[in-house]
């Protein structure tokens, strides 16, 4: 599974990245831990990475589970759409929230894909073993 | 470990389909991204959704550590109590908030038997191999 | 991997207890659900649990990541580091959030580590299988 762990480390990787989007963006609107809110742009790089988070709990899990009962490669490939759509994700959401939804999607999609796809095929697993 | 690996799968589902009860209170009530504050029920929905994504990351590896040195059904029988238990505080949060309580505990008790027992059993495992 | 597992549970137990401090703090400040602003030091206490959820996405798969391709003691000691380094990061924020940025350095530095360190060596071992 090196493939699934590469993709695994690079979003990783990327949610390290936007949090020092939102760690910079404290800086450079003034707005001083703990305080989560007060500037429009900074809030926007917050929501950016709280919503990776949320979007890494499914997709870790999922890729294992997707590799463990299918095609690590297809795994790891879904693993690369997750990547780039929450990329675009990112940048849309920061220029303007309202836009949001096609990055949106191209990071639901495949997540939806590797947990239902790995979950079916434990599913599976146990009926015809 | 199929069973385990459904019930990871599920408990995914559930923490998707909460963060779509937050997408639709963020259109019934009108609270546009990036806020996250502005109606009461709204928050209360997203609180649910959080505070599940602050469950998701114990119960997920204590599924696991719990499987690897004890008994995976014991495990998977756990992570269906998580699952009940998450309904019910979600259904009784929105209703009021002052009423999480029961539901609360029935997705704490077993994430914590899940990982203090799976982390006695690594301990277990050194001391006596 | 017991070692690496119990470094887990460890980081997962000290997660919780970061949680109930939260709680604690809730009634201490009157904080009601769903709210989670409304007094500095309760948003203090829910700042380092909120940053610790997204420090242990991280270290968690690192971990496994890390002791996979590479040395599973040394993965083990690394977050060792990270749980210290934690427990400094939640004392110093409470008391000055102004003072968190060693404490942060300390869980950061493991983790960037782990992460790293797992990707590389999952694509050395596609490159030289």
């Known amino acids: 599974m090196p493939y699934v762990d590469i993709v695994t480390a690079l979003a990783l990787i990327q949610f390290i990245f936007f949090g020092f989007q939102v760690g910079s963006a ?7 831990a703990p305080a989560t809110t007060g500037n429009e742009v900074f809030e926007r790089h917050f929501r950016v990475q709280q919503n990776t988070l949320e979007a890494l709990i499914g997709v870790i899990p999922g890729l294992y589970l997707f590799s463990r009962y299918g095609n690590p490669l297809i795994a790891a490939a879904l693993g690369g759409v997750y990547l780039i759509g929450r990329q675009v994700y990112a ?15 191209l990071t639901f999609l495949p997540m939806i894909i590797l947990i239902v796809g790995g979950g079916i095929g434990a599913a599976r697993q146990l009926i015809w073993p």
């Open 26 to 32: 404290r800086g450079k609107y003034g707005i001083k």
């Open 91 to 105: 940048v849309t959401y920061v220029k303007d929230p309202a836009k949001r939804g096609p990055g949106y999607g």
